[in-house]
C-alpha cells in the first residue's frame, strides 16, 4: 500500500513548529456546501470554531435504550477481556468499548441516522464511512481524563490517514455538566497542524488508550491556542450531539463527581481519505481503532424513529 507525501510531520525527536492548515475545513465544494441539512450560519461556525454543539438533539428517552447496552456489555465478560475494550488505567473498570457499530445493530442503525449522515456528508463532501467508533464511559468518582491532543495527529501518524477529511460526531448518553468531565474543546485550533515531540513506540495505542503521553502538543502551543480561541466545554442533557473536526484539540478531565459520564463516538471518514501506511513508520493498528476492512460508502438509512 503506498504513502503520500507526509504533510503532517509529527512524532519526530526533533521539534517541528506548527503550521497553519492545507485542507478546507469544509469539503463540499460549491453548491454542494448548501446541500444538506445544515444552513450557512452553521457551516460559517464550524469553519471558525471546529465544532457543531446541538443540546438535546435526541430526546432523553431515546438514549435511554443504548446506555441500558452498554451497562449489558458491561456483563460480558468475553467482550470484556477482549483486547477492545479498554479498561481505566486507575480503577480497572470499564474506559472505552471499540467497534460499537460493528457489535451493536442499534449503534449501527445510529451511524447512518440522515438527520447526523447528511449534515457529516455536507462538511466532508460526499461518500463517507466509519473509521472508527467507541464508547468512553467515565465511571463516578473515577474515571480518568485524556490530555490535549487532536485525533488527526494520532490518526495520521498511527493510522496512515493522509488529510484532515473526517469528523467525530459525538452523543451523549448520559448528563455532561461541569462536574463529571465534560469534552473541552479550544475553538478555532483546527486552523493549525501542531507537531508532537517523541517517537511512537511500537503497539503504542496499548497505552494511550488508557493515558494519552505521546500526541500532547507541548505547552507553549496550548497557551498560545487557548489565549487565540479560550476553552469551551459543551454541557448538555443524554442525546446532546457534538459534531468535532477531527483535527480540533479537545481533552477531559476526571471525573471526580458522583455522576457517571458516558459518550458515544463515531468518526465519519471521506472515502477519498482512505488509511495507508502508518507515517510514524510502524506496523496499522488493529481494525477495531483504524477501519481498513469496510470503507464502503455509507447509506442514509430510510426509516426515520423519532428523535
Ligand atoms: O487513538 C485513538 O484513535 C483515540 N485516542 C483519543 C485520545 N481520541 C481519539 C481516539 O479515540
Ligand atoms: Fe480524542
Redesign the pocket.
Known amino acids: 500500500m503506498m504513502t503520500s507525501e507526509d504533510l503532517f510531520p509529527t512524532r519526530h525527536d526533533e521539534r517541528h513548529e506548527r503550521f497553519s492548515r492545507v485542507d478546507p475545513v469544509i469539503h463540499a465544494r460549491n453548491q454542494e456546501r448548501w446541500n444538506g441539512p445544515l444552513d450557512e450560519v452553521s457551516l460559517s461556525r464550524y469553519e471558525r470554531d471546529g465544532f457543531l454543539w446541538f443540546e438535546g438533539f435526541f430526546s432523553r428517552e431515546r438514549m435511554k435504550p443504548f446506555f441500558d447496552e452498554l451497562k449489558e456489555m458491561a456483563r460480558d465478560t468475553d467482550l470484556m477481556n477482549s483486547d477492545q475494550v479498554i479498561k481505566d488505567p486507575d480503577s480497572g473498570d470499564l474506559r ?1 468499548v471499540f467497534d460499537m457499530h460493528r457489535i451493536s445493530e442499534r449503534f449501527d442503525k445510529l451511524t447512518r441516522d440522515p438527520r447526523i449522515l447528511g449534515m457529516v456528508r455536507q462538511l466532508l463532501g460526499g461518500d463517507v464511512y466509519i473509521h ?1 467508533s ?1 464508547i ?1 464511559d467515565k465511571f463516578g468518582f473515577q474515571g480518568s481524563g ?1 490530555n490535549w ?1 487532536s ?1 488527526f495527529e ?2 495520521h501518524s ?2 496512515g490517514m493522509p488529510r484532515m477529511r473526517a469528523v ?1 460526531a459525538s452523543i451523549m448518553l448520559t448528563d455532561n455538566n461541569e462536574f463529571n468531565g465534560p469534552l473541552m474543546l479550544i475553538p478555532g485550533s483546527h486552523h493549525y497542524f501542531v507537531p508532537c515531540e517523541g517517537s511512537t513506540p511500537k503497539d503504542n ?1 496499548k497505552d ?2 488508557k493515558a ?1 503521553r505521546l500526541g500532547v502538543p507541548s505547552q507553549e502551543n496550548l497557551i498560545d491556542l487557548v489565549n487565540q480561541g479560550g476553552i469551551q466545554a459543551p454541557k448538555g442533557p443524554p442525546g446532546s450531539l457534538l459534531l468535532f473536526e477531527c483535527n480540533t484539540l479537545h481533552a477531559s478531565n476526571k471525573n471526580l463527581s458522583p455522576w457517571p459520564r458516558a459518550n458515544l ?1 463515531f ?1 465519519y471518514n471521506s472515502v477519498d481519505n482512505t488509511l495507508e501506511q502508518p507515517y510514524c513508520g510502524n506496523q496499522p493498528r488493529p481494525d477495531f ?2 477501519n481498513r476492512e469496510d470503507t464502503e460508502a455509507l447509506a442514509m438509512h430510510d426509516h426515520l424513529e423519532p428523535l
Open positions: 472505552s472508527q467507541r468512553n485524556f491532543h485525533d494520532t490518526w498511527e493510522d467525530s495505542w494511550s488508550l494519552q463516538f468518526v481503532l483504524g
